[in-house]
Protein backbone atom coordinates (compact mmCIF):
# COMPACT_ATOMS: atom_id res chain seq x y z
CA UNK A 1 0.00 0.00 0.00
CA UNK A 2 0.97 3.06 -1.07
CA UNK A 3 0.27 6.48 1.15
CA UNK A 4 0.80 9.80 0.24
CA UNK A 5 0.75 12.30 3.84
CA UNK A 6 0.18 16.35 2.77
CA UNK A 7 0.01 19.74 4.43
CA UNK A 8 -2.13 22.08 2.09
CA UNK A 9 -2.87 25.44 1.98
CA UNK A 10 -1.10 26.22 5.30
CA UNK A 11 2.15 27.57 7.25
CA UNK A 12 4.77 24.54 6.22
CA UNK A 13 3.14 23.09 3.84
CA UNK A 14 5.24 19.48 3.30
CA UNK A 15 4.59 16.02 1.56
CA UNK A 16 5.71 12.30 2.62
CA UNK A 17 5.28 9.04 1.22
CA UNK A 18 4.72 5.65 3.16
CA UNK A 19 5.34 2.60 1.03
CA UNK A 20 4.67 -1.10 2.19
CA UNK A 21 4.56 0.56 5.52
CA UNK A 22 7.76 2.01 5.04
CA UNK A 23 8.30 5.96 5.68
CA UNK A 24 10.70 6.64 2.07
CA UNK A 25 10.99 10.14 1.99
CA UNK A 26 9.10 13.60 3.48
CA UNK A 27 9.67 17.58 2.72
CA UNK A 28 8.82 20.75 3.23
CA UNK A 29 8.21 22.95 0.02
CA UNK A 30 10.19 25.69 1.33
CA UNK A 31 12.80 23.63 0.79
CA UNK A 32 12.83 22.96 -2.90
CA UNK A 33 11.00 26.77 -4.02
CA UNK A 34 12.67 28.71 -1.36
CA UNK A 35 10.06 30.50 -0.22
CA UNK A 36 10.00 30.24 3.83
CA UNK A 37 6.85 28.65 5.79
CA UNK A 38 5.22 28.56 2.31
CA UNK A 39 2.20 28.26 2.51
CA UNK A 40 0.50 26.95 -0.75
CA UNK A 41 0.16 23.46 -2.48
CA UNK A 42 3.28 21.46 -2.10
CA UNK A 43 3.50 20.06 -5.74
CA UNK A 44 7.38 20.00 -5.76
CA UNK A 45 7.35 18.09 -2.60
CA UNK A 46 4.65 15.77 -4.04
CA UNK A 47 6.83 15.18 -6.97
CA UNK A 48 10.14 14.42 -5.28
CA UNK A 49 8.21 12.14 -2.86
CA UNK A 50 6.92 9.96 -6.03
CA UNK A 51 10.63 10.08 -7.49
CA UNK A 52 12.21 8.49 -4.17
CA UNK A 53 9.79 6.27 -3.97
CA UNK A 54 9.81 4.92 -7.71
CA UNK A 55 6.42 5.59 -8.47
CA UNK A 56 3.84 7.09 -10.20
CA UNK A 57 1.22 9.26 -8.68
CA UNK A 58 -1.31 6.64 -10.30
CA UNK A 59 0.42 4.01 -8.10
CA UNK A 60 -0.67 5.94 -4.46
CA UNK A 61 -3.94 4.14 -2.62
CA UNK A 62 -4.30 6.56 -0.15
CA UNK A 63 -3.84 10.40 0.08
CA UNK A 64 -3.76 11.61 3.79
CA UNK A 65 -4.17 15.28 4.73
CA UNK A 66 -3.83 16.80 8.57
CA UNK A 67 -7.31 18.90 8.02
CA UNK A 68 -10.78 17.74 8.24
CA UNK A 69 -13.26 20.05 7.41
CA UNK A 70 -15.94 18.72 9.19
CA UNK A 71 -14.57 18.47 12.73
CA UNK A 72 -15.69 20.18 15.57
CA UNK A 73 -18.90 21.22 13.76
CA UNK A 74 -20.83 22.17 16.62
CA UNK A 75 -18.58 24.46 18.22
CA UNK A 76 -18.43 26.41 15.14
CA UNK A 77 -21.94 26.96 14.53
CA UNK A 78 -21.98 28.09 17.98
CA UNK A 79 -19.37 29.91 17.82
CA UNK A 80 -21.19 31.69 15.10
CA UNK A 81 -24.43 32.38 16.67
CA UNK A 82 -23.03 33.91 19.71
CA UNK A 83 -21.17 36.20 17.73
CA UNK A 84 -22.65 36.39 14.13
CA UNK A 85 -20.73 38.25 11.52
CA UNK A 86 -21.62 37.59 8.33
CA UNK A 87 -17.84 38.46 6.82
CA UNK A 88 -16.38 36.27 9.42
CA UNK A 89 -18.88 33.65 8.05
CA UNK A 90 -18.03 34.03 4.24
CA UNK A 91 -14.10 33.90 4.78
CA UNK A 92 -14.40 30.69 6.88
CA UNK A 93 -16.64 29.00 4.28
CA UNK A 94 -13.98 30.60 1.59
CA UNK A 95 -10.93 29.02 3.70
CA UNK A 96 -12.76 25.70 3.87
CA UNK A 97 -13.24 25.59 -0.16
CA UNK A 98 -9.71 26.39 -0.99
CA UNK A 99 -8.59 23.23 1.47
CA UNK A 100 -10.88 20.96 -0.17
CA UNK A 101 -10.07 22.34 -3.98
CA UNK A 102 -6.58 20.78 -3.60
CA UNK A 103 -7.75 17.65 -5.10
CA UNK A 104 -9.22 19.16 -7.95
CA UNK A 105 -5.46 21.14 -8.68
CA UNK A 106 -3.90 17.78 -7.92
CA UNK A 107 -6.16 15.96 -10.51
CA UNK A 108 -5.05 18.67 -13.13
CA UNK A 109 -1.62 18.84 -12.26
CA UNK A 110 -1.09 15.03 -12.29
CA UNK A 111 -3.67 14.31 -14.67
CA UNK A 112 -5.63 11.98 -12.35
CA UNK A 113 -9.39 11.17 -11.98
CA UNK A 114 -11.74 10.64 -8.88
CA UNK A 115 -8.85 11.70 -6.49
CA UNK A 116 -11.29 12.45 -3.88
CA UNK A 117 -12.26 8.10 -3.48
CA UNK A 118 -8.20 8.17 -2.15
CA UNK A 119 -8.51 11.17 0.03
CA UNK A 120 -8.23 10.29 3.75
CA UNK A 121 -9.06 13.68 5.98
CA UNK A 122 -7.20 13.71 9.51
CA UNK A 123 -8.48 16.65 11.68
CA UNK A 124 -5.60 18.73 12.56
CA UNK A 125 -4.37 17.97 16.21
CA UNK A 126 -5.15 13.79 15.81
CA UNK A 127 -2.43 14.19 12.93
CA UNK A 128 -0.15 16.44 15.05
CA UNK A 129 -0.77 14.05 18.00
CA UNK A 130 -0.13 10.88 15.38
CA UNK A 131 2.90 12.50 14.33
CA UNK A 132 4.49 12.13 18.28
CA UNK A 133 3.14 8.63 19.29
CA UNK A 134 3.38 6.80 15.84
CA UNK A 135 7.41 7.96 16.07
CA UNK A 136 8.12 6.88 19.94
CA UNK A 137 9.05 4.46 21.96
CA UNK A 138 6.37 4.76 24.19
CA UNK A 139 3.74 2.14 24.38
CA UNK A 140 1.16 4.24 26.06
CA UNK A 141 1.75 7.96 26.73
CA UNK A 142 -0.19 11.27 28.03
CA UNK A 143 -0.24 13.06 24.56
CA UNK A 144 -0.36 17.36 24.36
CA UNK A 145 -0.85 18.87 21.29
CA UNK A 146 -0.79 22.97 21.15
CA UNK A 147 -0.69 25.56 18.68
CA UNK A 148 -2.07 28.54 17.25
CA UNK A 149 -5.26 27.05 15.40
CA UNK A 150 -6.22 23.98 13.42
CA UNK A 151 -9.62 23.11 12.65
CA UNK A 152 -11.22 25.25 15.46
CA UNK A 153 -9.09 23.96 17.76
CA UNK A 154 -5.73 25.21 19.80
CA UNK A 155 -5.01 22.75 22.03
CA UNK A 156 -6.07 18.94 22.52
CA UNK A 157 -4.85 16.40 25.61
CA UNK A 158 -5.65 12.89 25.99
CA UNK A 159 -3.62 9.57 25.77
CA UNK A 160 -2.45 6.65 23.82
CA UNK A 161 -2.81 2.89 24.47
CA UNK A 162 -0.84 0.68 22.59
CA UNK A 163 -0.44 3.59 20.07
CA UNK A 164 -3.80 3.91 19.58
CA UNK A 165 -4.95 7.95 20.24
CA UNK A 166 -7.73 8.66 22.61
CA UNK A 167 -8.69 12.58 22.32
CA UNK A 168 -10.29 13.76 25.27
CA UNK A 169 -10.14 17.42 25.58
CA UNK A 170 -10.29 20.58 24.02
CA UNK A 171 -9.52 23.99 23.83
CA UNK A 172 -11.50 26.12 20.99
CA UNK A 173 -11.13 28.87 18.80
CA UNK A 174 -10.58 31.58 19.97
CA UNK A 175 -8.56 30.77 22.75
CA UNK A 176 -5.16 30.24 21.95
CA UNK A 177 -1.57 29.70 24.00
CA UNK A 178 0.00 29.68 20.25
CA UNK A 179 -1.63 33.05 19.42
CA UNK A 180 -1.38 34.44 22.77
CA UNK A 181 2.84 33.71 22.09
CA UNK A 182 2.69 35.09 18.54
CA UNK A 183 0.70 38.04 19.32
CA UNK A 184 3.30 39.39 22.22
CA UNK A 185 6.27 38.60 19.57
CA UNK A 186 4.60 40.75 17.22
CA UNK A 187 3.93 43.65 19.78
CA UNK A 188 7.54 43.72 20.62
CA UNK A 189 8.41 44.11 17.41
CA UNK A 190 8.92 40.37 15.46
CA UNK A 191 6.96 41.34 12.54
CA UNK A 192 7.44 37.99 10.79
CA UNK A 193 5.22 34.63 10.86
CA UNK A 194 7.34 32.08 12.72
CA UNK A 195 9.15 34.57 14.55
CA UNK A 196 8.62 33.33 18.33
CA UNK A 197 12.08 31.73 18.68
CA UNK A 198 13.38 35.47 18.90
CA UNK A 199 10.98 36.35 21.29
CA UNK A 200 12.71 32.99 23.19
CA UNK A 201 15.86 33.57 22.83
CA UNK A 202 15.35 37.55 23.92
CA UNK A 203 13.71 36.26 27.44
CA UNK A 204 17.22 34.62 28.63
CA UNK A 205 18.22 38.85 28.56
CA UNK A 206 15.64 39.94 31.06
CA UNK A 207 14.36 39.77 34.08
CA UNK A 208 9.82 38.47 34.16
CA UNK A 209 8.96 42.25 35.93
CA UNK A 210 5.93 43.09 33.59
CA UNK A 211 4.00 39.67 34.56
CA UNK A 212 0.99 41.60 36.35
CA UNK A 213 0.65 43.49 33.12
CA UNK A 214 0.30 40.24 31.24
CA UNK A 215 -1.93 38.27 33.02
CA UNK A 216 -4.50 41.14 32.57
CA UNK A 217 -3.85 39.39 28.80
CA UNK A 218 -4.83 35.64 29.55
CA UNK A 219 -6.92 33.78 32.30
CA UNK A 220 -5.31 31.01 34.29
CA UNK A 221 -7.79 28.46 34.95
CA UNK A 222 -7.63 25.80 38.03
CA UNK A 223 -8.56 23.23 35.81
CA UNK A 224 -5.54 23.14 33.61
CA UNK A 225 -7.00 25.48 30.93
CA UNK A 226 -6.67 29.27 29.87
CA UNK A 227 -8.93 31.84 28.48
CA UNK A 228 -7.56 35.05 26.15
CA UNK A 229 -8.85 38.65 27.42
CA UNK A 230 -10.99 38.59 24.22
CA UNK A 231 -10.79 42.40 24.52
CA UNK A 232 -7.36 42.44 23.69
CA UNK A 233 -7.35 40.25 20.21
CA UNK A 234 -8.67 40.94 16.92
CA UNK A 235 -7.84 37.08 15.28
CA UNK A 236 -11.90 36.61 16.25
CA UNK A 237 -13.11 39.23 14.31
CA UNK A 238 -13.65 39.97 10.40
CA UNK A 239 -11.41 42.71 10.62
CA UNK A 240 -7.87 40.53 10.92
CA UNK A 241 -6.33 39.13 7.47
CA UNK A 242 -4.39 36.45 7.25
CA UNK A 243 -2.62 35.09 3.69
CA UNK A 244 -1.87 31.68 4.20
CA UNK A 245 -2.97 30.49 0.63
CA UNK A 246 0.10 29.63 -2.01
CA UNK A 247 2.92 31.92 -0.46
CA UNK A 248 4.87 32.82 2.24
CA UNK A 249 2.18 33.19 5.22
CA UNK A 250 1.74 36.79 6.67
CA UNK A 251 -0.58 37.21 10.12
CA UNK A 252 -2.35 40.96 10.55
CA UNK A 253 -1.51 42.27 13.74
CA UNK A 254 -3.08 40.04 16.23
CA UNK A 255 -3.86 42.71 19.18
CA UNK A 256 -6.33 45.20 19.47
CA UNK A 257 -5.35 49.07 20.44
CA UNK A 258 -6.78 48.67 23.49
CA UNK A 259 -4.23 46.21 24.26
CA UNK A 260 -1.98 50.18 24.36
CA UNK A 261 -4.27 50.89 27.96
CA UNK A 262 -2.36 48.18 29.66
CA UNK A 263 0.68 47.26 28.14
CA UNK A 264 3.96 49.34 26.75
CA UNK A 265 4.47 50.29 23.25
CA UNK A 266 7.08 49.37 21.65
CA UNK A 267 7.44 51.14 18.09
CA UNK A 268 10.92 51.43 17.26
CA UNK A 269 12.40 50.49 20.47
CA UNK A 270 15.78 48.71 20.40
CA UNK A 271 16.07 45.34 21.63
CA UNK A 272 18.69 46.17 23.67
CA UNK A 273 16.17 48.47 25.82
CA UNK A 274 15.78 46.90 30.03
CA UNK A 275 12.00 46.92 29.55
CA UNK A 276 11.73 45.32 26.02
CA UNK A 277 14.08 42.48 27.50
CA UNK A 278 12.04 42.21 30.56
CA UNK A 279 8.74 41.80 28.78
CA UNK A 280 10.23 39.35 26.63
CA UNK A 281 11.24 37.23 30.02
CA UNK A 282 7.78 37.95 31.61
CA UNK A 283 5.85 36.60 28.48
CA UNK A 284 8.22 33.54 28.46
CA UNK A 285 7.57 33.14 32.67
CA UNK A 286 3.69 33.23 31.96
CA UNK A 287 3.81 31.22 28.59
CA UNK A 288 5.59 28.56 31.10
CA UNK A 289 3.09 28.57 34.01
CA UNK A 290 0.54 28.43 31.76
CA UNK A 291 2.18 25.58 29.67
CA UNK A 292 2.85 23.31 33.27
CA UNK A 293 -0.53 23.87 34.46
CA UNK A 294 -1.74 22.55 31.67
CA UNK A 295 1.08 19.41 31.79
CA UNK A 296 0.10 19.00 35.61
CA UNK A 297 -3.39 18.76 35.14
CA UNK A 298 -2.39 16.52 32.27
CA UNK A 299 -0.50 14.09 34.53
CA UNK A 300 -3.09 14.30 37.04
CA UNK A 301 -5.92 13.06 35.09
CA UNK A 302 -3.56 9.72 33.22
CA UNK A 303 -0.98 9.15 35.29
CA UNK A 304 1.29 8.24 32.71
CA UNK A 305 4.61 9.08 32.97
CA UNK A 306 5.64 8.98 29.53
CA UNK A 307 4.47 12.44 27.65
CA UNK A 308 4.45 13.36 23.75
CA UNK A 309 4.33 16.83 22.64
CA UNK A 310 3.59 18.05 19.10
CA UNK A 311 1.56 21.16 17.53
CA UNK A 312 3.93 24.61 17.11
CA UNK A 313 4.29 25.61 20.58
CA UNK A 314 5.91 21.78 21.10
CA UNK A 315 9.15 24.27 19.49
CA UNK A 316 9.39 26.24 22.45
CA UNK A 317 12.44 24.35 23.46
CA UNK A 318 13.15 26.66 26.96
CA UNK A 319 10.28 25.18 28.26
CA UNK A 320 9.90 21.63 27.34
CA UNK A 321 13.66 21.41 28.98
CA UNK A 322 11.55 22.01 32.09
CA UNK A 323 9.39 19.98 31.95
CA UNK A 324 11.17 16.63 33.78
CA UNK A 325 11.46 19.56 36.99
CA UNK A 326 7.95 21.04 36.85
CA UNK A 327 5.63 18.24 36.69
CA UNK A 328 5.49 14.36 37.29
CA UNK A 329 6.50 13.15 33.72
CA UNK A 330 9.78 11.60 33.72
CA UNK A 331 10.27 10.97 29.58
CA UNK A 332 9.16 13.57 27.37
CA UNK A 333 8.99 13.05 23.34
CA UNK A 334 9.07 15.55 20.97
CA UNK A 335 9.13 14.37 17.16
CA UNK A 336 11.53 16.46 14.99
CA UNK A 337 9.16 18.00 13.07
CA UNK A 338 6.30 18.76 15.51
CA UNK A 339 4.69 21.72 13.42
CA UNK A 340 2.61 21.76 10.75
CA UNK A 341 5.12 20.44 8.32
CA UNK A 342 4.74 17.30 10.42
CA UNK A 343 1.49 17.27 10.29
CA UNK A 344 1.40 15.27 6.86
CA UNK A 345 3.38 12.71 8.38
CA UNK A 346 0.92 11.75 11.34
CA UNK A 347 -1.62 12.19 8.99
CA UNK A 348 -0.06 9.31 7.08
CA UNK A 349 1.18 7.44 9.89
CA UNK A 350 -2.78 8.10 11.53
CA UNK A 351 -4.36 6.43 7.72
CA UNK A 352 -1.93 3.31 7.87
CA UNK A 353 -2.65 2.77 10.87
CA UNK A 354 -6.66 3.20 10.81
CA UNK A 355 -6.52 1.24 7.28
CA UNK A 356 -3.53 -1.29 8.29
CA UNK A 357 -3.42 -1.52 11.95
CA UNK A 358 -0.33 -1.33 11.38
CA UNK A 359 2.27 1.33 12.92
CA UNK A 360 4.87 2.14 10.31
CA UNK A 361 8.59 1.83 11.52
CA UNK A 362 9.90 3.25 13.96
CA UNK A 363 10.57 7.09 13.05
CA UNK A 364 13.80 7.15 14.65
CA UNK A 365 14.83 9.19 11.83
CA UNK A 366 15.14 12.97 10.59
CA UNK A 367 17.15 12.29 7.50
CA UNK A 368 14.12 12.08 5.47
CA UNK A 369 14.96 14.29 2.50
CA UNK A 370 17.15 15.36 -0.55
CA UNK A 371 20.67 13.58 -1.13
CA UNK A 372 23.21 14.27 -3.82
CA UNK A 373 26.14 11.97 -5.12
CA UNK A 374 29.50 13.42 -5.95
CA UNK A 375 28.93 13.16 -9.08
CA UNK A 376 25.70 15.71 -9.05
CA UNK A 377 27.92 17.68 -6.80
CA UNK A 378 30.86 18.02 -9.23
CA UNK A 379 28.46 19.25 -12.10
CA UNK A 380 26.86 22.16 -9.87
CA UNK A 381 30.40 22.97 -9.09
CA UNK A 382 31.59 23.44 -12.68
CA UNK A 383 28.24 25.30 -13.24
CA UNK A 384 29.92 28.18 -10.68
CA UNK A 385 33.31 27.43 -11.67
CA UNK A 386 33.37 31.52 -12.74
CA UNK A 387 31.68 32.79 -9.39
CA UNK A 388 34.22 30.56 -7.37
CA UNK A 389 37.20 31.47 -9.01
CA UNK A 390 36.70 35.49 -8.17
CA UNK A 391 36.62 34.40 -4.64
CA UNK A 392 39.92 32.20 -5.17
CA UNK A 393 38.16 29.25 -4.04
CA UNK A 394 40.93 25.96 -3.69
CA UNK A 395 38.10 23.08 -4.24
CA UNK A 396 39.53 19.45 -3.44
CA UNK A 397 37.95 16.34 -3.42
CA UNK A 398 38.52 13.68 -1.08
CA UNK A 399 39.58 10.57 -2.01
CA UNK A 400 37.45 8.75 1.46
CA UNK A 401 35.07 10.15 4.22
CA UNK A 402 38.23 10.11 6.60
CA UNK A 403 40.14 12.78 4.75
CA UNK A 404 37.36 14.70 5.06
CA UNK A 405 36.73 14.34 8.72
CA UNK A 406 40.75 14.87 9.07
CA UNK A 407 41.02 17.80 6.82
CA UNK A 408 37.56 19.82 8.66
CA UNK A 409 39.01 18.85 11.63
CA UNK A 410 42.08 21.16 10.94
CA UNK A 411 39.43 23.64 9.68
CA UNK A 412 37.54 23.82 12.73
CA UNK A 413 40.63 24.21 14.88
CA UNK A 414 41.64 27.11 12.81
CA UNK A 415 38.60 28.94 13.36
CA UNK A 416 36.92 28.24 10.10
CA UNK A 417 33.16 28.85 9.54
CA UNK A 418 32.03 25.75 8.10
CA UNK A 419 29.12 25.07 5.72
CA UNK A 420 28.64 21.20 6.11
CA UNK A 421 26.12 19.65 3.69
CA UNK A 422 25.91 15.33 3.98
CA UNK A 423 23.29 12.72 3.39
CA UNK A 424 19.77 13.59 3.19
CA UNK A 425 18.12 16.76 4.43
CA UNK A 426 16.64 16.84 7.74
CA UNK A 427 12.53 16.90 8.01
CA UNK A 428 11.84 19.75 10.73
CA UNK A 429 13.02 23.00 11.22
CA UNK A 430 16.08 22.16 12.85
CA UNK A 431 19.67 21.24 11.20
CA UNK A 432 20.68 18.43 12.86
CA UNK A 433 24.18 17.50 11.49
CA UNK A 434 23.71 17.16 7.31
CA UNK A 435 22.63 20.59 6.49
CA UNK A 436 24.85 22.91 9.24
CA UNK A 437 26.78 25.41 9.57
CA UNK A 438 29.32 24.19 12.05
CA UNK A 439 32.17 25.72 14.04
CA UNK A 440 34.59 25.33 17.08
CA UNK A 441 32.72 26.29 20.04
CA UNK A 442 35.64 27.67 22.09
CA UNK A 443 36.23 30.99 20.51
CA UNK A 444 33.84 33.78 22.24
CA UNK A 445 34.00 35.71 19.10
CA UNK A 446 32.55 32.97 16.71
CA UNK A 447 28.96 33.81 17.71
CA UNK A 448 28.67 37.50 17.09
CA UNK A 449 30.45 36.52 13.75
CA UNK A 450 28.16 34.24 12.23
CA UNK A 451 25.28 36.42 13.44
CA UNK A 452 26.88 39.69 11.43
CA UNK A 453 28.56 38.13 8.75
CA UNK A 454 27.05 34.86 7.44
CA UNK A 455 23.25 34.52 9.72
CA UNK A 456 22.98 38.31 8.94
CA UNK A 457 20.64 38.37 12.30
CA UNK A 458 20.02 39.47 15.52
CA UNK A 459 23.37 39.63 17.94
CA UNK A 460 21.18 38.25 20.40
CA UNK A 461 20.35 35.17 19.12
CA UNK A 462 21.75 31.69 20.36
CA UNK A 463 23.84 28.84 18.58
CA UNK A 464 23.39 24.99 19.74
CA UNK A 465 25.66 22.88 20.92
CA UNK A 466 25.84 19.51 19.03
CA UNK A 467 27.70 16.59 21.62
CA UNK A 468 28.35 12.96 21.59
CA UNK A 469 26.16 11.45 23.59
CA UNK A 470 28.24 8.87 25.65
CA UNK A 471 29.58 12.77 27.02
CA UNK A 472 26.59 14.51 27.90
CA UNK A 473 26.89 14.15 31.59
CA UNK A 474 30.23 15.65 31.60
CA UNK A 475 28.90 18.85 30.30
CA UNK A 476 25.18 19.59 30.88
CA UNK A 477 23.03 19.11 33.32
CA UNK A 478 19.96 16.85 32.85
CA UNK A 479 17.83 13.82 33.85
CA UNK A 480 17.10 12.40 29.96
CA UNK A 481 20.30 11.86 28.08
CA UNK A 482 19.32 11.28 24.16
CA UNK A 483 17.79 14.56 22.95
CA UNK A 484 18.49 14.38 19.13
CA UNK A 485 16.45 17.04 17.76
CA UNK A 486 16.90 19.83 19.39
CA UNK A 487 13.79 19.96 21.08
CA UNK A 488 14.82 21.50 24.63
CA UNK A 489 16.97 23.69 26.33
CA UNK A 490 19.15 22.75 29.11
CA UNK A 491 21.77 24.30 31.85
CA UNK A 492 25.21 23.64 30.44
CA UNK A 493 27.85 23.04 33.57
CA UNK A 494 29.37 26.27 35.45
CA UNK A 495 32.81 25.00 35.40
CA UNK A 496 32.42 23.64 31.71
CA UNK A 497 30.56 27.21 30.60
CA UNK A 498 34.11 28.85 29.93
CA UNK A 499 35.15 26.23 27.69
CA UNK A 500 32.49 26.13 25.58
CA UNK A 501 31.46 29.98 25.16
CA UNK A 502 29.78 30.18 21.76
CA UNK A 503 27.40 27.41 22.59
CA UNK A 504 26.78 28.96 25.79
CA UNK A 505 23.42 31.56 25.89
CA UNK A 506 23.15 34.42 28.34
CA UNK A 507 21.21 32.31 30.89
CA UNK A 508 24.02 29.69 30.78
CA UNK A 509 21.62 26.95 28.61
CA UNK A 510 22.21 25.82 25.63
CA UNK A 511 19.56 24.34 23.01
CA UNK A 512 21.23 20.39 22.97
CA UNK A 513 21.56 18.05 20.11
CA UNK A 514 23.10 14.68 21.46
CA UNK A 515 24.67 12.90 18.53
CA UNK A 516 24.89 9.06 18.15
CA UNK A 517 26.63 7.01 15.33
CA UNK A 518 23.96 5.18 14.82
CA UNK A 519 21.76 8.16 13.76
CA UNK A 520 24.15 10.08 12.00
CA UNK A 521 27.71 8.19 11.29
CA UNK A 522 29.12 11.16 8.81
CA UNK A 523 28.29 13.90 11.98
CA UNK A 524 29.47 11.57 15.00
CA UNK A 525 32.58 10.84 13.52
CA UNK A 526 33.48 14.49 12.74
CA UNK A 527 32.73 15.80 16.36
CA UNK A 528 34.45 12.48 17.89
CA UNK A 529 37.42 13.46 16.20
CA UNK A 530 37.25 17.25 17.30
CA UNK A 531 37.17 15.70 20.81
CA UNK A 532 40.01 13.61 20.46
CA UNK A 533 42.22 16.66 19.58
CA UNK A 534 40.39 19.24 21.66
CA UNK A 535 39.06 17.45 24.23
CA UNK A 536 35.78 18.99 23.56
CA UNK A 537 33.06 16.78 22.31
CA UNK A 538 30.98 19.75 21.07
CA UNK A 539 30.48 21.62 18.03
CA UNK A 540 28.73 24.58 17.35
CA UNK A 541 25.59 23.68 15.20
CA UNK A 542 23.69 26.34 13.65
CA UNK A 543 21.41 25.81 10.50
CA UNK A 544 22.82 26.30 6.88
CA UNK A 545 21.01 29.56 5.27
CA UNK A 546 20.69 33.60 5.71
CA UNK A 547 17.23 34.25 6.30
CA UNK A 548 15.97 32.01 4.14
CA UNK A 549 14.41 28.37 4.54
CA UNK A 550 17.61 25.79 5.62
CA UNK A 551 19.65 24.34 2.11
CA UNK A 552 18.22 21.94 0.44
CA UNK A 553 20.45 20.94 -3.06
CA UNK A 554 24.51 21.99 -3.84
CA UNK A 555 23.48 24.95 -5.78
CA UNK A 556 21.40 26.43 -2.51
CA UNK A 557 24.77 25.96 -0.54
CA UNK A 558 26.71 26.76 -3.04
CA UNK A 559 24.84 30.24 -3.38
CA UNK A 560 24.71 30.72 0.55
CA UNK A 561 28.58 29.92 0.43
CA UNK A 562 29.07 33.03 -2.11
CA UNK A 563 27.13 35.25 -0.52
CA UNK A 564 28.22 35.28 2.73
CA UNK A 565 31.55 35.28 4.45
CA UNK A 566 32.03 31.65 5.25
CA UNK A 567 35.14 30.12 4.87
CA UNK A 568 35.01 27.03 3.91
CA UNK A 569 31.90 24.48 1.87
CA UNK A 570 32.14 20.89 2.62
CA UNK A 571 29.42 18.78 0.17
CA UNK A 572 29.65 15.06 0.89
CA UNK A 573 33.46 14.35 -0.08
CA UNK A 574 34.23 18.33 -1.86
CA UNK A 575 35.65 20.69 -0.14
CA UNK A 576 35.67 24.44 -1.29
CA UNK A 577 37.82 27.04 1.07
CA UNK A 578 37.70 30.93 -0.07
CA UNK A 579 41.40 32.47 0.04
CA UNK A 580 40.83 36.23 -0.41
Given at each position: ????G????????????????K???????????????????????????????K???????????????????F????????????????????E???????V??????????N????????????????????????????????????????????????????????I?????????????????????????????????????????????????????K??????????????????????????????????????????????????????????????????????????????????????????????????T?????????????????G????????????????????????????????????????????D???????????????????????K????????????????????????????D???????????K???K????????????????????D??K????????????????????P????C????????????????????????????????????????????????N??????????????????F??????
Amino acid sequence: MIILGLNVYHPDSAACIIKDNKLIFAIEEERINRLKHYSGLPLKSITECLIKAKVDFKDIDFISINTNPRANRFEKIKFVINNFDLNFLKKKIIEKKQKKDFVYELEKYFSSKNLIKKVFFVEHHEAHVASAVFSSEFKNSANLSIDAFGDFVSTTMGFSKNKKIHIENKIFFPHSLGVFYEAFTQHLGFKNYGDEYKLMGLSGYGKPTEINKIKKIINIEKNGKFKLNLNYFRHHKNTIAFNWFNGIPKTDKLFSNLVNKVLDSFDNTSLDSELIRNYASSIQYVYEEIYFNLLNNLYKKYKIENLTLSGGCAQNSLANGKITKETNFKQVYIPPNPGDGGGALGSAFQLNYVKNNLKPEFYSKVYLGSNFSNDEISKVIKKYEKDLNKLKVQISLKNNFDDVVINTVDKLISKKVIGWFQDQSEFGPRALGNRSIICDPRGDEIKDLINKKIKKRENFRPFAPSVLIGEVHNWFDLQKVDEPYMSRVFPIKNEKKYLIPAVVHCDGTGRLQTVEKLNNKKFFALIEKFFKITGVPILLNTSFNENEPIVNSPNDAIECFLRTDMDVLVMENFILEKFI
